[in-house]
């Protein structure tokens, strides 16, 4: 009997974890905006985050956002959020945000492959759709151009959100 009791003691601890969770990030969503104005630090293309102006126009909505994998910094989005992506004009070198519930974690460009310019800040490579995926790295041409310190990918509200909402892979 007592044995019994302490198991259900134990086992209802876990649902009470899942409710905090639920509850910590209930409504919450993280999207992509363009941005609208910002400015950058002198010979860098480091986008100064007090400068940000965020577009109303979002690049990809949280409905959108099938799944992120914190070891690659790759999200997989929806077909339609690809599709409209290519039909936004001049994407190389646009601004972008993520942000949550108002909140931007971060900034970052999408570039293209085929670009000649060195980009020493975050970005995407957007002409790199592999299974519907957009993989965010820390510079262009390498991953390493980019400020280490300034590494916001795997922030923790990012990783919580998406965790919560199960679209979190290790």
């Known amino acids: 009997m007592r044995n019994i009791l302490l198991f259900l003691a134990f086992t209802s601890f876990f649902p009470s974890c899942d409710k905090k969770c639920e509850l910590d990030q209930s409504g919450k969503q993280l999207d992509f905006y363009f941005l609208q104005e910002y400015k950058t630090k002198v010979q860098s293309y480091e986008i100064l985050p007090e ?3 965020l577009s109303n126009n979002k690049a990809i909505t949280y409905d959108e ?3 992120y994998d914190k070891k690659s910094h790759c999200f997989e989005i929806s077909p ?3 599709k409209r992506l290519n039909q ?3 994407l190389h070198s646009k601004a972008f945000a993520v942000v949550i519930d108002g909140e931007i974690i971060y900034t970052g460009y999408f570039w293209a492959a085929f670009s000649s310019a060195i980009c020493d800040w975050t ?3 957007y002409l790199d759709y592999g299974n519907n995926q957009l993989c965010v790295k820390l510079g262009y041409p390498t991953d390493s ?3 280490l310190a300034a590494d916001q990918r795997n922030n923790e509200m ?3 959100l998406l965790d919560c909402d199960g679209k979190l892979k290790d």
């Open 51 to 53: 400068s940000v102006v």
């Open 65 to 67: 956002i099938y799944s």
């Open 80 to 82: 339609k959020a690809i």
């Open 88 to 90: 936004e004009p001049f």
């Open 123 to 125: 970005n995407i490579d």
């Open 145 to 147: 151009y980019g400020s």
């Open 158 to 160: 990012i990783l919580d």
